[in-house]
Structure formats: structure tokens, C-alpha cells
């Protein structure tokens, strides 16, 4: 299986960007998908879940009506548009794959987000 995140970069304060994840290797519908994100000397954090089918979604507090998850089952891709960017969204953003009742539980290699002026 694989995950490979794309879409970080260098964005000002006020910025938007777009993660993508492309997953491959096992069936993503079967699946619910995750951002996290983690920076220097704190524990990785959970931003955005969507569920499997795409009904339902999740976010952490401090991104609410700023973040949106989204996911293309086609295609087995998922998404993490990202609006109104500040300093404390500078972290590494890590996919996740988990199917609970399989016991499984994939990551991607990260992608970094800069906010900065």
C-alpha cells in the first residue's frame, strides 16, 4: 500500500493551499481518511476524518470553516483545502488511511506547510 501527499508549500498568512493524498495498494472506500499534523516538539494532531463513503466529516476546532476534507473514491484520492492560513498551521500534514475492523492503519511520508511573510 501507498500514500504519497503533494500540495505543501511556502503560503503567506491569509494563503489558502490544497493537499492532495493519492493512495494506492488496498481499497479506499473501505476506508476512513486523515489529515494530521505535527510540528516540532508537539504530538501529531488531528486535523480533518472523512468517513469512507464521504458522508461524514470532522475537523479539529482551531481549523473549523477553514479547512475542508474531501475525498474522489474513483479515483482514490482525498483532499485538504486549506483557507485562511496563520503561523500555527505551519506543520508537517500527514495522510491517513484506518479501516478499525481490519486493524489497519496507513501513512503517508508527509508534506510540509509553511505559513510565513
Known amino acids: 500500500m501507498q500514500l504519497v501527499e503533494s500540495g505543501g508549500g511556502l503560503v503567506q498568512p491569509g494563503g489558502s493551499l490544497r493537499l492532495s493524498c493519492a493512495a494506492s495498494?488496498?481499497?479506499?472506500?473501505?476506508?476512513?481518511m486523515n489529515w494530521y499534523r505535527q510540528n516540532i516538539g508537539k504530538e501529531r494532531e488531528l486535523v480533518a476524518g472523512?468517513?469512507?463513503?464521504?458522508?461524514?466529516?470532522r475537523y479539529v476546532d482551531s481549523v473549523k470553516g477553514r479547512f475542508t476534507i474531501s475525498r474522489d473514491n474513483l479515483k482514490s484520492m482525498v483532499y485538504l483545502r486549506m483557507n485562511s492560513l496563520n503561523l500555527e498551521d505551519t506543520a508537517v500534514y500527514y495522510c491517513?488511511?484506518?479501516?478499525?475492523?481490519?486493524?489497519?492503519?496507513?501513512w503517508g511520508q508527509g508534506t510540509q506547510v509553511t505559513v510565513s511573510s
Open positions: 491517513n488511511a484506518r479501516n478499525e475492523w481490519l486493524g489497519d492503519d496507513y
Open positions: 495498494g488496498f481499497t479506499f472506500s473501505r476506508y476512513e
Open positions: 472523512i468517513s469512507n463513503t464521504g458522508g461524514s466529516a
